[in-house]
């Protein structure tokens, strides 16, 4: 009989949809800057500071091999960030972000919770405003993800791992001197496989969608 294997689970289709478009998002990018005269090069700009809160949603962690789903419920984030203008439609942008979510546990029969899953993550990108009312946006990050040490995926490294991934999305401004803005934004992480487990975790990505708030303080 064949031993249960279990697996880290991949996003729903909508969120790898979403964040897959990164490559695509990336060339449109390029071609921005491409396209931008070197004239309108703007090296002196100032950091713009901005803070940004809202909730997230992650898919599934992981499948322990015998049907229990590990996933972090709806839960808060917030974000530090900077940017500075590169070209008259483009910035780089870096930034710090926490969320905390629920980490529930679910079974074919029962749902139940299993303690708090926290993360943080460092992240850089660009953004450009491809029309007056929306920005695109596309980054990478690396993140520490943390959680009760007895509930997998969090039991080989004594409640902690890291993690990396890509993410992409847009801002929307909502008023006129585009100081506050709506985010949404898409986000696949890579998770490694965790050959030491029982059952052996196969490695996979993990998929999450922020909606929030930004505001720039300059």
């Known amino acids: 009989m064949t031993a249960p294997r279990g697996k880290i689970m991949s996003p729903t289709y909508g969120t790898v949809r979403q964040t897959l478009?990164?490559?695509?998002?990336?060339v449109a990018l390029a071609g921005e800057l491409r396209a931008q005269p070197a004239a309108s090069a703007a090296p002196t700009a100032a950091l713009s500071w901005m803070v940004e809160g809202g909730a997230s949603y992650s898919t599934p962690f992981v499948e322990d091999g015998n049907g229990v789903f590990a996933r972090a419920g709806v839960g808060p984030y917030l974000r530090i960030g900077a940017s500075r203008g590169i070209f008259s439609r483009t910035?780089?942008?870096a930034g710090l972000r926490a969320d905390a979510a629920a980490l529930r546990l679910?079974?074919?029969?029962?749902?139940?919770?299993?303690?708090?899953?926290?993360?943080?993550?460092?992240h850089a990108g660009?953004?450009?405003?491809?029309?007056p009312r929306v920005t695109a946006l596309a980054g990478l990050l690396g993140a520490?993800?943390?959680?009760p040490d007895d509930v997998i995926p969090f039991r080989t490294h004594r409640g902690?791992?890291?993690?990396w991934g890509m993410e992409a999305g847009a801002v929307i401004p909502v008023d006129r001197r585009r100081r506050t803005a709506i985010t949404v934004v898409g986000?696949?992480?890579?998770?490694?496989?965790?050959?030491s487990e029982n059952p052996r975790l196969a490695g996979g990505a993990i998929?999450?969608?922020?909606?929030?708030?930004?505001?720039?303080?300059?």
């Open 91 to 93: 910035r780089a942008t």
């Open 106 to 122: 679910r079974s074919s029969a029962s749902a139940w919770r299993a303690g708090t899953t926290r993360r943080l993550d460092v």
């Open 160 to 163: 902690a791992l890291w993690t």
């Open 126 to 131: 660009l953004e450009v405003d491809v029309t």
């Open 144 to 147: 520490r993800a943390s959680g």
């Open 21 to 26: 478009k990164f490559g695509s998002l990336l």
């Open 187 to 195: 986000e696949a992480t890579r998770m490694a496989a965790q050959p």
């Open 207 to 218: 998929g999450r969608v922020r909606i929030g708030v930004r505001h720039a303080l300059r």
